[in-house]
């Protein structure tokens, strides 16, 4: 069974900075996706970014093109953990972020099979 614990959202004014964690355990083979998704009330969870996990290497995936040349997804692999790092925060970044796993793909909610709690982000103008 894989368990994904996400921390680090909290409330920051617009312009700010924050770092979303995600610790993951139990087996996910040798080649997997790591994403985070955010969703708002009322709306569909839509896609952030991901990162595909191999044995050695970690590959980033097209960001979504509201995050993109703000938010950085990086994995350290010692902690077993992914990492969104999120700059120049705007009031429209207001979400529950959710990190997922899964092995068929990255882009697509469907495409994940586990998931964590979520962690609330909230930009304030």
């Known amino acids: 069974q894989v368990q994904l614990v996400e921390s680090g959202g909290g409330s920051v004014q617009a312009g700010g900075s924050l770092r979303l964690s995600c610790a993951a355990s139990?087996?996910?083979?040798?080649?997997?996706?790591m994403g985070w998704f955010r969703q708002t009330p009322g709306k569909e969870r839509e896609f952030v970014a991901a990162?595909?996990?191999?044995?050695?290497?970690?590959?980033?995936?097209p960001y979504a093109d509201s995050v993109k040349g703000r938010f950085t997804i990086s994995v350290d692999n010692a902690k077993n953990t992914v990492y969104l790092q999120m700059n120049s925060l705007k009031p429209d970044d207001t979400a529950v972020y959710f990190c997922?796993?899964?092995?068929?793909?990255?882009?697509?909610?469907?495409?994940?099979?586990?998931w964590g709690q979520g962690t609330q982000v909230t930009v304030s103008s």
């Open positions: 139990g087996r996910l083979g040798n080649s997997y996706y």
């Open positions: 990162i595909r996990r191999t044995w050695s290497v970690a590959y980033t995936q």
């Open positions: 997922a796993a899964g092995v068929r793909g990255w882009g697509t909610v469907r495409e994940y099979d586990y």
